[in-house]
């Protein structure tokens, strides 16, 4: 393969940038499917677990809020029964005798003995029980030989002393043994002193005896879940018991009631409910509050949210999880698809390359083979890029002496494609074709050419392909035919004048005889005449009879000259062929005849007739003729019977006869009864002049028809005419 | 004269061969006609004397009411003669007849196309003949009505 070779097949290598667009393009749509696929399974599964997890909530806030609850009914309860062991006290007469009499006389052992009997009874609720007197000084106390009263409960005392009430001492930090106490101060009234308080019971509880434990104990099983207690103190909350996950937190530690996300404060602060916050660790958790009637107290009843929500988010790694295996599986669908579709796409390549090679294979073939000059050229530059073989031989040039000259700078093409001017007229046009402008060859012959060129696209470039055909035989044998025919054409305008001068001569003739030999016979008749119109009288019967017999001759002769010149007519007027109704036109023609055989006794048979294609006028007067000829030889006969028919229609014409059972003809003499003045009759037996038969052939036969007669001396005669049909007439005659 | 047909008029025979001319005049005589018929002898005599030219320059009386005319003529033949008259502003009123041997096509229809009148065939038998001639005589001196400008016998006196 040279180099011109390589540049056709440069269209194989193309597809590959055209075929890339619509790999690229499935692919960024599989892509756009994985995508909204993704999203769309995403989406749904975040929010399936918004949903679950607020049910989740929703669920754990009503936990919440139930504990709380019952957590707060219990506090509230046990404030009130601590309250209650306090008005046993205060308003017990006999206590309060008893606690008189000791208060009034302190050496009193019984006094002192049945007051400790008492207070022993209260020992398992309270770790300290005692008395005080009105100016808040003990006076006895179980255990015995206690320390005063702390702060916080000597200031509580004085309340209780003015309002005579059982007052709950809330949670206060005993600054003797450091800890955290709680009490009930009870009035002792006296009854006869107008109810004035005598003194003051003091009932101290130890929370870590039961108060606390309650408050930690968590129904259930929880990491982080704890309720708290908190009492508000100024601007602050304070935690009153001890928390879960810090140590010395009951009334030391304390929150500012600006710290809204800790629950504590929001207890502090009167809210109750369900709330989400951030606890005292900082940690997030879930908070239902719950004040305690009648006291300070607010309940927290708290949850991590890290456990609370632990086996919903548990939930939603599965669902994650889950996710994440949809995605993937989507993913491996659309890859699957995307594989299948390059797997499709290489292989139908693969296939089209194949098909394109063979085509390849075949047109170039065509090409090496062809017998026709082929050059293809670039259509933009009009640079040669292939030959073929048959051209190269053709013109004898090399195929170098072609490749890649434009086709004007060859010397030989200087008459077809000549310059650029004619070159950019190819291109407008896309096509032209020459004949007349021959070739040199290299060793100087000039040989004929047809030069067929076309432009046509081939990828994104367009070709042109040059066809170059030698016609130098054709051409020659075309020269030949040209000079065949001119002498042909001379010849037929030859005879064509002969002809013409015939006809004329023909003509010339008739209007001789019209005019030249009838004015010699109208004088012999006329003065023939005259002569015996004036001498009549003096002639003698035989002058008389010759010249009778002159007058006689004379018309014979008249009758002569128009039967010739009518027969000479039908020959040379123009054929009128029209559809013609033959039985109209037999009825017409027997017309004519009505006069002459109304005194015979004729049986005519008329059958019914085809319509035939013929010059009506010629066609009246062959039926005139016919007929004529029928009466006239039925003359001697007294049942004279003429029919007239047609024979079944054969070889695409129609066949009429006139029969008649006259005198008839020998069948010997039949070839002579169309001649012209043939008779075979004589004047004396049947007048005539014997043209009648003849013009009745030339006028059939100038229809393409034949005409035939039968008959037997004696025996009657038919006589057959036949007319080509319109369409399907072979002339035979 | 004879008053027979009453109104005379001219009749203008053109005819060369002198038989006819006699044979023609034999048949008009019979009905009194034939004085009243000039005869001239080819077509041009005929242009002549429609047109007062040559030698009848100073001819009297105007048109005739006729012209009888033979088709086959020495120097101008008939059909000439047909033409001239039909193309001539001032002949073409005058009717023309044919009186012709010929039943050719070509005659009839030419002369038909250049406006002739009549065509009558001379028949061969003397008694057609005469018949013939003795109707178109009739017919043409005495039931047409000539066009107004040909002149009467008692005007070309």
């Known amino acids: ?733 | 004269m004879d008053t027979e047909i009453g109104d005379i008029r001219n009749i203008l025979l053109v005819e060369d061969d002198p038989r006819d001319v006699e044979l023609t005049l034999a048949a008009l005589e019979e009905h009194h006609l034939a004085n009243q018929v000039l005869v001239v002898h080819d077509g041009a005599e005929a242009l002549d004397y429609l047109c007062r030219r040559g030698k009848f320059k100073t001819r009297a009386g105007g048109h005739p009411i006729v012209v009888l005319l033979d088709l086959k003529m020495p120097k101008v033949n008939g059909l000439e003669v047909l033409k001239a008259i039909k193309a001539d502003e001032c002949l073409k009123i005058i009717p023309v007849v044919v009186l012709s041997s010929s039943r050719e096509t070509p005659d009839l229809v030419e002369c038909y196309k250049h406006g002739v009148n009549a065509y009558v065939v001379k028949p061969v038998d003397f008694a057609d003949f005469m018949k013939a001639v003795k109707h178109l005589g009739i017919f043409w001196a005495a039931i047409n009505e000539p066009p107004p400008q040909t002149g009467r016998k008692e005007e070309s006196d």
């Open chain 1, 1 to 733: 393969m040279d180099a011109g070779e390589n540049r056709l097949p440069r269209k194989a290598g193309r597809p590959d940038c055209v075929h890339s667009g619509p790999t690229c393009g499935g692919g960024y749509l599989l892509l756009l499917v994985f995508f909204l696929l993704g999203a769309g399974i995403v989406i749904s599964g975040w929010l399936y677990c918004r949903r679950q997890e607020k049910q989740y909530i929703a669920g754990m806030a009503q936990q919440l809020s139930i504990i709380a609850e019952l957590k707060a009914r219990d506090l509230a309860q046990y404030r009130k029964e601590r309250l209650a062991d306090g008005s046993v006290f205060c308003q017990n007469a006999s206590f309060a005798a008893l606690a008189r009499r000791f208060l009034e006389k302190p050496d009193d052992a019984d006094a002192q003995g049945q007051l400790e009997a008492w207070f022993e009874e209260c020992r398992p609720q309270y770790d300290q029980v005692r008395l005080l007197d009105a100016q808040g000084v003990s006076r006895l106390s179980l255990p015995a030989g206690l320390p005063a009263v702390s702060d916080p409960v000597a200031r509580e005392l004085a309340g209780v002393l003015r309002s005579g009430r059982v007052s709950f001492q809330d949670f206060y930090r005993s600054e003797q043994d450091r800890r955290v106490h709680l009490g009930v101060l009870a009035p002792i009234l006296d009854e006869k002193n107008a109810r004035q308080p005598l003194g003051v019971l003091f009932l101290r509880i130890d929370p870590d005896s039961w108060l606390y434990p309650f408050i930690k104990r968590w129904p259930g099983a929880s990491r982080t879940a704890e309720t708290l207690l908190v009492r508000r103190e100024g601007n602050e909350a304070v935690f009153l018991n001890e928390l879960r996950f810090q140590t010395n937190t009951a009334l030391n530690l304390r929150a500012p009631l600006d710290r809204v996300a800790l629950p504590a404060v929001q207890a502090a602060l009167g809210r109750e409910g369900f709330m989400e916050g951030v606890d005292y660790r900082g940690e997030p958790v879930l908070a239902a509050l719950q004040v305690i009637p009648d006291s300070p107290w607010s309940l927290v009843a708290r949850m991590d949210v890290a456990e609370a929500l632990g086996p919903i988010r548990e939930e939603g790694w599965r669902v994650a999880a889950m996710i994440g295996a949809l995605l993937f599986g989507a993913g491996a669908c659309v890859g699957l698809v995307w594989w299948q579709h390059r797997v499709r796409f290489y292989r139908e390549k693969a296939r089209t390359t194949e098909a394109l090679q063979g085509s390849e294979v075949r047109y170039r073939r065509l090409f090496e083979a062809a017998q026709d000059g082929i050059l293809i050229l670039e259509a933009g530059s009009g640079i040669i890029v292939d030959v073929n073989p048959f051209l190269i031989g053709l013109l004898g040039y090399s195929r170098e002496s072609f490749l890649g000259k434009k086709l004007w700078e060859l010397g030989f093409f200087k008459d077809i494609v000549g310059n650029q001017a004619r070159f950019a007229e190819l291109q407008r046009k896309k096509y032209i074709r020459y004949e007349d402008k021959p070739l040199e060859t290299s060793d100087g012959r000039r040989i004929d050419v047809e030069f067929v060129s076309n432009v046509y696209p081939c990828g994104e470039e367009e070709v042109i392909h040059c066809n170059i055909r030698e016609i130098t035989d054709l051409k020659r044998a075309e020269k030949k035919i040209l000079k065949l025919n001119a002498e042909l054409e001379e010849q037929v305008s030859a005879r064509t004048a002969e002809l013409q001068a015939a006809c004329a001569e023909l003509e010339s003739f008739s209007y001789s005889v019209s005019h030249d030999l009838r004015a010699p016979l109208r004088h012999v008749m006329g003065f023939a005449d005259m002569l015996q119109k004036d001498a009549g009288p003096s002639l003698s019967e035989k002058s008389l009879s010759q010249l009778k017999i002159i007058h006689e001759a004379a018309e014979r002769m008249g009758e002569l000259i128009d039967d010739l010149l009518a027969f000479s007519r039908a020959g040379r007027v123009e054929l009128q062929k029209t559809g013609v109704n033959l039985d109209e036109l037999v009825r017409e023609t027997l017309g004519d005849f009505q006069a002459e055989t109304k005194a015979r006794n004729i049986a005519w048979q008329i059958q019914p007739l085809p319509p035939v294609w013929a010059d009506h006028n010629l066609l009246r007067q062959v039926l005139a003729n016919l007929i004529s000829n029928a009466v006239k030889f039925t003359g001697a006969r007294a049942g004279a019977k003429i029919e007239i028919g047609c024979a079944p229609v054969t070889n695409g014409e129609t066949v009429v006869f006139v029969r008649d059972n006259g005198a008839g003809f020998d069948p010997r003499y039949a070839h002579k009864l169309f001649g012209v003045f043939q008779r075979l009759h004589s004047a004396v037996e049947f007048e005539g002049t014997g043209i009648g038969l003849a013009n009745v052939r030339r006028i059939i036969g100038r229809h393409g028809g034949r005409t035939w007669a039968e008959g037997a001396v004696g025996g009657g005669a038919t006589f057959y005419f036949s007319i080509p049909n319109q369409n399907g007439g072979n002339h035979g005659h």
